[in-house]
């Protein structure tokens, strides 16, 4: 999730990471207007349903107030973060899927 001044961006990949990284493979991009709302999505539609797309919105509101001085002097911020499922031995779900957040950077 990469969040400037006047969008928020949040870009999902199916699997590892280095399906971003190395191959550049995403399977989706969602931008947030922040001006005027607007939700643009490319990609998968609904490969993130709307409870997770807003729990992912209200964590980079609180990332947004606490680096603000950052975002608001031309750089952003970038969180890297997973959709977790907690499985039992036989890797059969249980409970709800969670989000875990690894690291918070500054780019400028």
Not at 33 to 43: A, F, I, P, Q, S
Not at 89 to 104: K, L, T, W
Request: glycine letters at 4%.
């Amino acid at each position: 999730m990469e969040l400037k001044e006047k969008v928020t961006i949040i870009e999902s990949v199916d699997g590892d990471l280095w399906n971003l990284t190395t191959k550049g493979r995403r399977a989706v991009t969602i931008f947030v207007d922040r001006l005027t709302h607007t939700v643009t999505e490319h990609g998968q539609k609904n490969f993130l349903n709307k409870k997770e797309i807003e729990r992912l919105f209200r964590y980079g509101a609180r990332v947004r107030v606490k680096y603000k001085d950052y975002i608001f002097n031309y750089t952003s911020v970038m969180v890297e973060w997973s959709l977790a499922l907690n499985t039992n031995v036989n890797h059969m779900p249980v409970g709800d899927p969670y989000f875990v957040f690894y690291e918070c950077r500054v780019v400028k």
